[in-house]
């Protein structure tokens, strides 16, 4: 199993960006696959996740309306759209295969650091 993600970087307050996990070694289209960020000195962030067939997403509540999960899995990509973008959303953001049946997470990639700031 492998996720790799990318897409972050330096962004001013209010941009936006995209980020990406490319995933091989599994069988994508039949996992449900989550986003999680950890900011500096501070603990693991459930973000998001979204169904193995990209029809349902749930957010955590401070998400809620700037976060958006995706994904294709005739690429074997996830996605998350970040809008309006906070210093306070800087953070080394992961995604993570969900454990079928489970809200754990038994794989995750090595993390795409994003940077927000004027």
């Known amino acids: 199993v492998q996720l790799v993600e990318s897409g972050g970087g330096l962004v001013q307050p209010g941009g936006s960006l995209r980020l990406s996990c490319a995933a091989s070694?599994?069988?994508?289209?039949?996992?449900?696959m989550t986003w999680v960020r950890r900011a500096p000195g501070k603990g693991l962030e459930w973000i998001g996740d979204?169904?193995?067939?990209?029809?349902?997403?749930n957010y955590a509540d401070s998400k809620k309306g700037r976060f958006a999960i995706s994904r294709d899995n005739a690429k074997n990509m996830l996605y998350l759209q970040m809008n309006k973008l906070k210093p306070e959303d800087t953070a080394l953001y992961y995604c993570?295969?969900?454990?079928?049946?489970?809200?754990?997470?038994?794989?995750w990639g090595q993390g795409t650091q994003v940077t927000v700031s004027s």
């Open positions: 979204i169904d193995s067939g990209g029809g349902s997403t």
């Open positions: 070694g599994f069988s994508f289209s039949t996992y449900y």
């Open positions: 993570a295969r969900e454990i079928t049946g489970s809200d754990g997470n038994d794989y």
